[in-house]
Each structure stands twice: as C-alpha cells, then as structure tokens.
C-alpha cells in the first residue's frame, strides 16, 4: 500500500470539515488556516483570509518537519506583519534539522490561541493495509518527544466500527484527565 505524506494544512482543513459531522456535533473546529508558499500574494491573502489582520498568530514551515518548536522553527503570538517578515527571513532558506536538510517553501499561519500545556494532546492516524491505527498521548506539544514509544495505540480493522467502548477499553486516552474523558473519544 502507497502512502502519501499530508501537509498540517490541509490535514487540518480536512478535520475542520469532517470533525463536526462525525461527532454528532460535539466537537467544532475552527477552520482559519492560511498556507503559504513562494508565490503567494499577501495581499490577496489577506483580502480572502481577513482573519489575518484581525488576531495574533502562529506561523511555522508546513513540510513534514518533526520537532518545528525545538528547532525554533515556530513563531508564536506575532502579528500578520510580524509573519511576513518571519517568512521573508526563512523562505527559500536551507535548513537543517536532525539529519535532514532541505529548503523552506511552505508555510502554515494559523490563530494563536494561548493555552496551558497540559491542554496539548498527541494524536496520530495511519492507514496501513489493514485498516487504521491511531496514536494517542496526553502530552503534546512542543517537548513530545518520541511520541512512538510513548503514545498508546489502537488498530482498527477497515470492517470494523471504532465505539467509544473500544477506545476506552483499549486505554488509548490514558492519562487524560477524568473529567474530559467523556467527550474526548467522540473527537476520534
């Protein structure tokens, strides 16, 4: 089976669609996401993302690039400006990270919403030959680390119905706190 790498973006767009429908309306998400690339005009962007000018944001480089925020690779709380030049300084620029290196040319801007830590969760879909399996881990964020050997997991068979049951009989929200495991299996 092939598999196709999905940039942030549009993983996100997709979530933001489908999430709503798939929960029976218990969970909404919000859908502001803008990608950037070397041709992309910010003030037509702008002018169909008005959002843009309206919020503080966060910027970070949309290719497949684990670990962004350890890298320094995230810019957080700016203005739309302020990420304009952010991208201006990294676009079309060689980068290094881990045993990688590669140019920067996409981009993802997206609302900065302030939060605490422990508000962050690690979750992961793969499709392999078989069905899907998700990952989970109740710590997500900037300082995750190697999410694959913390993060619980549950396969789910293509002919079979992922119940709120089986994720909780599986423990894939372990170390969720109690009074949001209710509605967190319905995200799934």
């Known amino acids: 089976m092939s598999a196709k790498a999905l940039r942030e973006y549009h993983g996100k767009k997709l979530l933001a669609k489908y999430v709503e429908e798939c929960s029976d309306g218990a969970h909404i998400m919000d859908n502001r996401a803008a990608l950037v690339t070397p041709d992309t005009d910010f003030d037509m962007l702008v002018e169909s993302e008005p959002w843009l000018n309206e919020t503080n944001l966060?910027?970070?480089?949309?290719?497949?690039?684990?670990?962004?925020?350890?890298?320094?690779?995230?810019?957080?709380?700016?203005?739309?400006?302020?990420?304009?030049?952010?991208?201006?300084e990294r676009m079309k620029k060689e980068i290094k990270v881990d045993q990688a290196t590669g140019e920067l040319d996409h981009f993802i801007i997206e609302p900065f919403l302030p939060h605490d830590q422990a508000?962050?969760?690690?979750?992961?879909?793969q499709n392999n030959k078989s069905g899907e399996e998700m990952l989970f881990y109740s710590e997500g964020g900037v300082d995750v680390g190697d999410v694959d050997a913390k993060a619980s997991r549950l396969h789910v068979n293509i002919d079979e119905e992922l119940t709120e049951e089986k994720i909780a009989s599986a423990g894939l929200l372990t170390g969720v706190p109690e009074d949001r495991l209710p509605k967190l299996p319905s995200f799934f």
């Open 119 to 125: 508000d962050e969760y690690y979750i992961c879909v």
């Open 58 to 88: 966060v910027v970070k480089p949309d290719q497949l690039i684990k670990r962004r925020g350890k890298a320094g690779l995230v810019g957080l709380n700016l203005d739309f400006a302020q990420v304009k030049d952010w991208i201006a």
